[in-house]
């Protein structure tokens, strides 16, 4: 069974700009969770969605938005990039109603 | 607000030696604890969960104690072995709520 797989891996961009990352769950995974890891940090919860709808939403600001499709894929926009947004986004999925997440590889995105 | 704290950076042993790595939450509402394993440049791995209703679980060498009264638990690890090194997280959850995370402890086991 494929893990969760997340593209790009690496990414750099500039000030002001926007980036869009893109989560596939486990095959039969509906629930997908957005962390962002910074040194120091731990994980910080971003959003979860289920059904294609937001069901938890964690305390960043709006500029940080997601959206699920219907075979559970999920994108994560992040609009007028500061520096630091600079981290490792990290994408986990989880059978609904169950705890145990599994993470995918995360994409590092660095902002100049 | 840090709901789960782990509080020791780093933590080093010997090879062959128990590591012991701890972690504290603040919300009784956590009702399943977790801990994950992360190598650098790959996403965090799961490795053992505890529910509430349990206050030991074991799986090989590593077992989770949990401590309710306490809202402590702590992870394991016997013998540690060289490849047990890595960034460990301890995460806490309750009735499908987002999970939060440790800051994370830096295990290094030396051969």
């Known amino acids: 069974k494929a893990g969760v797989t997340q593209t790009p891996r690496y990414l750099i961009k500039t000030r002001g700009q926007q980036v869009t990352l893109s989560c596939s769950p486990i095959?039969?995974?509906?629930?997908v969770s957005w962390y962002q890891q910074t040194p120091g940090q731990g994980l910080q919860f971003l959003f979860e969605?289920?059904?294609?709808?937001?069901?938890n939403k964690g305390n960043f600001p709006g500029r940080f938005s997601g959206r699920q499709f219907s075979n559970s894929r999920s994108e994560m926009n992040v609009s007028t990039l500061e520096l630091g947004d600079s981290a490792l986004y990290l994408c986990?999925?989880?059978?609904?109603?169950?705890?145990?997440?599994?993470f995918g590889p995360g994409t590092r995105l660095t902002v100049l | 607000d840090q709901q789960v704290k782990q509080n020791s950076p780093s933590l080093s042993v010997q090879e062959g030696r128990i590591s012991i790595l701890n972690c504290d939450y603040t919300?009784?509402?956590?009702?399943?604890f977790l801990w994950y394993k992360k190598y650098p440049a790959e996403g965090p791995t799961f490795l053992i969960s505890?529910?509430?209703?349990?206050d030991k679980n074991e799986d090989g060498r590593f077992t989770v104690f949990l401590n309710k009264s306490a809202k402590h638990l702590s992870l394991h690890i016997v013998p540690s072995q060289p490849g047990d090194s890595a960034v460990y997280f301890c995460?806490?959850?309750?009735?499908?709520?987002?999970?939060?995370f440790g800051a994370g402890t830096r295990l290094t086991v030396k051969p």
């Open positions: 919300n009784s509402m956590f009702d399943y």
């Open positions: 995460a806490a959850t309750y009735n499908n709520n987002d999970m939060r």
């Open positions: 986990a999925s989880r059978f609904w109603g169950t705890d145990t997440q599994y």
């Open positions: 095959s039969g995974h509906r629930s």
């Open positions: 505890i529910s509430s209703i349990k």
């Open positions: 969605y289920f059904s294609e709808t937001q069901r």
